[in-house]
């Protein structure tokens, strides 16, 4: 009998989200160099971030979610670059999936629905970090147009070791 694939909707994320979300960032926090933070958080201590990431404006979060269940199975952002006035048509970009929902093209819904959100804004460059080794995200990020600007060579410590960061921008 074939596998019945589930419908996914994506969404602007809201604050009823937060313990899903905070739960599917824990998982990296945890368990991969993905992302360089080190302690889990409580969805308390993440709220500021989902507020940061209203519905509309260059700094969106979208959630994908099973049409059925409505089960939370990953997210994406856009975030401010870095904080100085000169970067606020520049964002950094990133796709967390839940654990038990990769490869099933979650990742690729919900970049294609934030890049559309992101057209209309006044945005003009995307950047993500990619710790080394991921060649998940660097073909979904190639998918999206991203192309590779350097590497900074072991720029975090996390586990007991060094990892490199590979940075791509994407013209939006």
């Known amino acids: 009998m074939p596998t019945e694939r589930t419908e996914v909707q994506v969404r602007a994320g809201i604050e009823g989200d ?62 401010p670059y870095r904080p100085k006035p000169a970067y606020t048509t520049s964002v950094e970009v990133s796709v967390y999936v839940a654990q ?24 003009h460059r995307a950047y993500a970090g990619i710790a080394q080794p991921n060649a998940a995200s660097e073909r979904l990020h190639a998918r999206f147009g991203f192309r590779h600007v350097g590497t900074y060579r072991e720029v ?3 586990f007991g070791r060094y990892w490199d960061v590979a940075w791509y921008e994407k013209e939006l």
């Not at 739960?23 to 308390?44: C, G, K, L, Q, W």
């Open 156 to 158: 975090g410590r996390k």
């Open 18 to 79: 937060l313990d899903a979300l905070t739960a599917i960032y824990n998982h990296y926090v945890r368990e991969t160099a993905i992302t360089f933070d080190t302690a889990i958080f409580t969805p308390e201590e993440r709220r500021p971030w989902l507020l940061s990431h209203p519905e509309d404006g260059p700094h969106r979060l979208m959630v994908a979610t099973d049409a059925e269940s409505q089960q939370i199975l990953g997210y994406a952002t856009s975030s």
């Open 100 to 123: 038990d929902s990769g490869r099933r093209g979650i990742g690729t819904l919900l970049y294609d629905a934030l890049f559309k959100a992101l057209a209309d804004e006044d945005v």
